[in-house]
């Protein structure tokens, strides 16, 4: 016997939506317009489902699904090829939007996407038998970035993280390595993008440019790198 969970997901309008997931390579298997909106998309073994609702408020949205594959650098790289080539730039913020790509504290590398409809489309790679949230380190700046990590890429509570941050950043009796700093000073920097103020971007990321690194540094922040490099491109 073989089963498949195939998930149903709420939209406003379904054009948009279909759209979006045509730019990341799904085919349309189906679609309708009456008696009610309906779509199918499908992409290798990812199926999904769409269902229209008038009154729906994208922005209000608690809907997603997760989506597990075995090359998450690859697909990541795809969908951004795919969004850019479609909306002529990579949608950071706002609907629709596709977020970085980092290792979580849970054993799964992954990145988040939401489709026009508001949906959240976790997508990730498990890098780790263990799959329980690991406890957070007791460093300051470590657990600082374990939970705006968290925050800002698990729970999508973008204003707390910036909070965690600008907490650990503000701090006057110990500091952060430059590895750590780095990656606190780039998140800050991509919330800040994420939430629309820009001018806080830029002064951050270009305080994340100026900072003295060694190989090791970079080798063990090389998400954090890339970010920084596409953020201020």
Known sequence: MAEKMIPLLPCR???????FYTALG???TFLQKSPYPYAVVERGPVEL???GMKEYEPEQSYSGCYVVTDDVDTLH?????????????????GLPRIGPLKDMSYGMRQFLMTD????????????????????????TFAR?????????????DLPG?????????GLT??????????????LRGDLARRLGDDDLADRVLARAAALPLTDADRAAARDALARLAELTR
């Open 13 to 19: 309008t379904i054009q948009p939506v279909v759209d």
């Open 26 to 28: 799904f085919a349309t």
């Open 49 to 51: 489902q769409f269902f």
């Open 77 to 93: 790289g795809a969908f951004r090829a795919g969004l850019k080539e479609a909306y002529g730039r990579i949608p950071v913020r």
């Open 116 to 139: 026009p409809g508001g949906n959240s489309i976790r997508v990730g790679q498990r890098i780790s038998e263990d799959q329980a949230h690991r406890p957070a380190p007791k460093g």
């Open 144 to 156: 600082a970035l374990h939970t705006a990590d968290l925050f800002a890429d698990s729970k999508e």
């Open 161 to 169: 993280a910036a909070k965690i941050i600008d907490r650990a950043l």
């Open 173 to 186: 009796g110990e500091r952060p390595t430059p590895e750590q700093e780095l990656r606190l000073l780039v």
